[in-house]
């Protein structure tokens, strides 16, 4: 039976809004599994610190093709193919970039070659510019799995502990106290983290620490952040009030003093408190850090 022009017009309709619907559920999956395999980002980029990516790039003069990474690197021979794959996923995420090496031997291969981004060049060079030690703090197993039951950390009454502190039975300071090997990893993060930060803020922020003679850091760690502080500014008598197992490790020939302390029993006197940290704020992770003059 023959359809009229009307029929035909209703039939075209309804597939377009049929295939409209279907592209919506399709975006809305594909959403989903944005969200879903977000981590593989995060797993890639621990992958290359692991493996010495970036640094056998830099190493390489800042750009390297695949077999070149591989003659810097330990991995086994059957495993370049996916080597290939985890740059893949690094370069669609910018952490690396790539050029295209052209055969001009008449070979049908166009090896492609990885360059460093601004995002990896911090994690490569000398310490003072080189975030990687922060990085390999925050992807590390201690801290990854701490995230991996937030059910049961919503299901528990207030007050309650930390994701961390339900994971791990301890509190970050606590558990560093204990172990030794998971302290000197957050110490180095922390340390690298104020020798980035540090620059911009003695640079930027220079005015605020005019005009007083003395400067507690309060939690300070190692003192990266002050030893910043005390070399930019020379006059400052710089101190670091931090627990008594940080401060048993803390580096001997600075110009900061170290005191060993809890700060919610006593906070040695100084013309101005310096606390630094780094919070979670909605979508973003923001930097604060915060003179408070006390005189
Ligand atoms: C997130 S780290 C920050 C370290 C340093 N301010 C920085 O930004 O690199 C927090 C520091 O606070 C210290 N801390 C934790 N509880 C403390 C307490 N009760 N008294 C003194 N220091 C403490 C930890 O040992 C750690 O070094």
Not at 8 to 18: A, F, P, R, V, W
Not at 200 to 205: D, G, L, P, T, Y
Not at 262 to 276: G, I, N, T, Y
Request: hydrophobic share 40%; glycine share 8%; with cysteine.
């Amino acid at each position: 039976m023959a359809l009229s022009k009307e029929q035909k017009l209703t039939i075209s309709e309804q597939q377009h809004t049929t295939s409209s619907e279907q592209q919506v559920a399709l975006d809305a999956e594909l959403q989903l599994w944005n969200h879903t395999f977000g981590y593989v980002k995060s797993m890639a980029l621990k992958a290359a610190l692991d493996l010495g990516i970036p640094d056998a790039i830099h190493q390489h003069g800042g750009s390297a093709t695949i077999p070149q990474i591989v003659t810097r690197i330990t991995l086994h021979p059957s495993k370049t193919p996916c080597l290939r794959r985890l740059m893949r996923v690094l370069t669609l995420t910018g952490v690396f970039g790539t050029q295209e090496l052209h055969d001009d031997g008449g070979g049908c291969d166009d090896e492609l070659v990885y360059t460093l981004t601004p995002a990896s060049r911090l994690l490569v060079g000398p310490s003072g510019q080189n975030v990687s030690p922060l990085l390999n703090v925050m992807l590390c197993p201690i801290f990854v799995s701490s995230f991996l039951d937030l059910r049961g950390w919503f299901q528990h009454e207030m007050p309650d502990p930390s994701p961390f502190k339900m994971k791990h039975g301890r509190d970050i300071w606590e558990l560093a106290a204990h172990d030794a090997g998971f302290s000197r990893l957050f110490d180095a993060g922390m340390v690298a983290d104020s020798g980035f930060i540090m620059n911009v803020v003695v640079r930027e922020c220079g005015a605020v620490f005019q005009g007083i003679s003395s400067l507690v850091d309060v939690g300070g760690g190692f003192g990266g952040a002050t030893q910043a502080i005390a070399k930019a500014f020379p006059h400052l008598e710089c101190s670091v009030l931090d627990l008594p197992n940080v401060v048993a490790g803390a580096p001997a020939d600075t110009a900061v003093k170290y005191v060993a302390g809890d700060m919610f029993e006593s906070v040695s006197s100084a013309d101005a408190v310096f606390l630094k940290d780094r919070r979670a704020t909605g979508r973003t992770w923001r930097r604060n850090a915060c003179l408070i003059s006390t005189s």
